[in-house]
């Protein structure tokens, strides 16, 4: 079997192309080293240096591959509303050119990296699929768009497509600057170098945070599954508030960190939790690592 990760020298691909190549005879990477995190070295994974907003490379990179799992993106909140053409570059018609490729290959599936994000500041907790589509930023319509791309090529051409929707990831290898994506990660980058948590209004709102080794996982749990043509929610099922957050990594810093409440951001939502029994009934995903536990593993991973 041979599987393809685009992107898969980000944040979350890296990780996923090493657990897949335990599992596949062959890993592809196509990646266009735009934002690398790890470069995965392993005999059996190779690198197709390219871009998916390049049809032609995009099919060339795909031949003969059964599954492809599309991570690559420009994943950044703030820059999307700033430049909304470059995610509408990347995400949209780099996901296209993906799922014509698949289509021209005879790829049997694509499992793709949605994003929480396409749900906006949902208003019922927990969120489950069935809540309104309501993106707040260029990023987060972008996502969702390439979730339409595999419905409709599940529906016109029959190839199994899941769009997994993960929630706030972190873990080993996030990069801090995007305090977006990678809040934990500043926290602990900002605790141990600059001994100062900075959080964003009263730190009551919540995040549903999940590990990044369960959200490969689940990539590889889509794989094995039957579950076709679904978009399904990726998260902990729990809510950590950004102050408990805060405490926590303080707590596993060895200097003495000071915790400063600072004005709220316009459009941070209040809430956000994963309704994942879709997950558990569909993949039968379950998340394994407790946020405590995530937290020590990465404080590890950073010192
Ligand atoms: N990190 C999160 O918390 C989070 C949350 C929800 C969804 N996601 C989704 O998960 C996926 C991976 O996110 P990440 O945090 O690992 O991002 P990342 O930026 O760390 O990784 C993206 C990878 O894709 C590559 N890439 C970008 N544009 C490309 C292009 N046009 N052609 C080829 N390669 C390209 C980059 O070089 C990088 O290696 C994204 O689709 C993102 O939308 C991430």
Redesign the pocket.
Known sequence: MIGLV??G?????NQLAELLSNEFSEVRI????????RVVRLPNVHLIE????DAETTFKALRDVDIVFH?????DVVASTREPFVDLG?NIL?TLSVCEAARKNDVSKIIY?????VYGNADVFPIDEMQPIRPISQYAAS?YSGELYLAAYHSLYGIDTISLR?F??YGPY?RPENAY?GVISKFFYDARSNAKIEIFGDGKQTRDFVYVKDIVRANLLAAKSKASGAAINIGSGVETSINDLAIKIKEMVPSNVRIEHVTPRVGDGRRSLADISLAKKLINYEPETKIADGLEKLSRFMS
């Open positions: 685009t992107g020298y980000g944040f979350i691909g196509l990646d266009n080293l735009s934002n690398v995190a390219g871009d998916i907003r991570t690559a993106a420009r994943v990347n780099g990296s949605s994003s929480a994000a996502k993960y706030n990831v996030q994506s």
